[in-house]
């Protein structure tokens, strides 16, 4: 389970101003917002990438924050972190990016052939040929395939937690269908907690448990898919409707252009 | 009742205090990374590989053009020394005056301001890209510590790399000075030798090569912490490169003219 208790974040102007919100265990939570509104920023906060200038982020109980660098490297062990534009390495191969997902001290142990198994496993799990991708660096992959390279970076260290930072940004239509399915049947398959911060409002409702939307700083809105769609609230519904029509702008130009 | 400042003179105390500001907080980020590093380096996390690596780049990459202006460091300095002693001074003298300019000043200074173009620019830049792709947040999430990766294997490979190029520099300008000297005012090797030896301080050897390893530690240094502090996308790299190369040329000059004082009196 992962509690934000009171999280408040400022650069020049405040970000995010008193979140609260618990993501259950095994549940599979969206976070919503219009661009700006400190969903990433939140995200980074929950393994201390940034850290809140007050409030505390619990996971299964123990803070991310009060126990020092030890805690915080048991906390990022617990959690598989899969960024926006991929992160991956780009003097890496395929293979060795992927491998970076398992703590060092497991990597260090492990011989090459256990290695390459591992990371053979986590590439076959994301849906990518490992013969054709494990010797490639990431500037001959295209963008989808460096989409699951990172989320099998992600997966490689078996997380309990998974935190997807718009996993689907940047990818074509067919790309953005397919990438979901994968993040529904991961979540499903190795039974963990998932956090996805998207802006694919219909696709983030299709696939997750509960969603929540943030709103000049803090939480507007916190409940069921269903809830979500129904909610009265002008702000709530206003984002619903621009999401739609942003959709369906993208499709007809995907389409058409 | 206090009357209030003109507002040029507020105007000018904000600025003294932003800069005031700004230098103290690069100071002590200069502080703490170099305190990570050394914590990195004592605790052996820095990879072996990656430290062969850096000093290739550093070192064996960087020797043609150290070659290129250390060679026409000593022949400027013989052409331009025999223009204006020939007249007026025993030959010899010209030998003293290319051998101590180029170990004292021009081969450390030259050589530094090399590598602040061709290694401090590169390490902010790749650095900074790695800050607005996200690589660096990457490493973290997956437990690793950046600093041991990606500073001290730079801050190594500059300490032991710079010192050595230095005296490749140092070797190339004199021999470079020398042959000048004889295609330009006719003086034998022997004479320029003679000169040279006659006013030699192993000390100034040691200066030299002192200014070296400390500018060797300066250029990955402010290098790196620049890299990691960009912010933005391809402009915010080019921004923090340009600021970067500024910064280290600015301390380079500053740590040269600390120098005499400490070391020459």
């Known amino acids: ?257 | 009742m206090t009357l209030p400042l003109p507002a040029p003179i507020v105007r000018w105390l904000a600025a003294v205090g932003r800069v005031a500001r700004i230098t103290a907080e690069h100071a002590g980020e200069l502080g703490l990374l170099s305190w990570r590093i050394m914590v990195a380096i004592a605790q052996l996390k820095v990879s072996r590989h990656d430290i062969s690596t850096q000093l290739y780049i550093m070192g064996v990459q960087s020797l043609p053009i150290v070659f290129v202006t250390a060679s026409l460091a000593g022949i400027v300095t013989s052409q331009q020394g025999g223009y204006q002693l020939i007249s007026s001074s025993p030959q010899y003298i010209l030998g003293t005056l290319v051998v101590q300019s180029v170990i004292l000043e021009l081969a450390p200074l030259l050589t530094a301001i090399v590598l602040v173009g061709r290694i401090g620019a590169r390490i902010t830049a790749e650095l900074g890209t790695m800050v607005v792709s996200e690589q660096i947040d990457a490493f973290e999430s997956l437990g690793r510590d950046p600093v041991a990766i990606l500073a001290a294997p730079r801050l190594i490979a500059g300490v032991i790399t710079m010192p050595l190029l230095v005296g490749f520099a140092d070797v190339i300008g004199i021999v470079a000075g020398m042959i000048a000297a004889n295609i330009d005012v006719g003086m034998g090797t022997e004479t320029f030798i003679y000169g040279a030896r006659l006013f030699w301080h192993s000390w100034d050897l040691v200066y030299g090569l002192s200014k070296s390893v400390v500018f060797g530690f300066a250029i990955p240094l402010i290098a790196v912490h620049m890299g990691l502090r960009t912010r933005g996308g391809a402009e915010g790299v080019g921004l923090t490169t340009t600021q970067a190369v500024m910064f280290m040329i600015l301390t380079i000059l500053i740590l040269d003219a600390m120098f005499p004082p400490l070391l020459l009196q």
């Open chain 1, 1 to 257: 389970m992962i509690t934000y208790r009171d999280i408040h974040k400022s650069f020049d102007l405040p970000v995010l101003s008193g979140v609260d919100m618990m993501v259950e265990t095994g549940e599979m939570f969206a976070l919503f917002g219009p661009s700006g509104t400190g969903k990433s920023v939140l995200l980074k906060t929950t393994i201390g990438l940034m850290i809140p200038d007050r409030g505390d982020v619990e996971i299964d109980g123990l803070s991310v924050y009060e126990g020092g660098p030890s805690a915080l490297l048991e906390v990022r062990r617990k959690v598989g972190y899969v960024f926006q534009h991929s992160a991956l390495f780009d003097s890496l191969t395929v293979l060795d990016n992927v491998a970076m997902g398992l703590p060092e001290e497991v990597l260090q142990r492990l011989s090459t052939i256990e290695k390459v198994r591992r990371v053979w496993e986590a590439l076959d799990i994301v849906n990518l040929e490992p013969k054709e991708v494990l010797a490639k660096i990431p500037s001959e992959l295209s963008g989808g395939m460096k989409k699951r390279v990172g989320i099998a970076r992600a997966i490689v260290g078996r997380p309990e937690i998974l935190l997807w930072d718009e996993p689907t940004t940047g990818l074509d239509p067919v790309n953005t269908a397919a990438v979901e399915r994968l993040i529904k049947r991961l979540s499903k398959e190795l039974e963990v907690t998932s956090l996805l911060v998207t802006h694919d409002v219909e696709g983030g409702l299709d696939i997750c448990d509960r969603v929540a939307m943030l709103d000049g700083g803090t939480l507007r809105f916190c409940g069921t898919p269903v809830e979500f769609r129904a909610c009265p609230d002008p702000v709530v519904q206003a984002f619903v409707d621009r999401a739609a029509a942003e959709a369906a702008l993208d499709m007809v130009t995907d389409t058409y252009v």
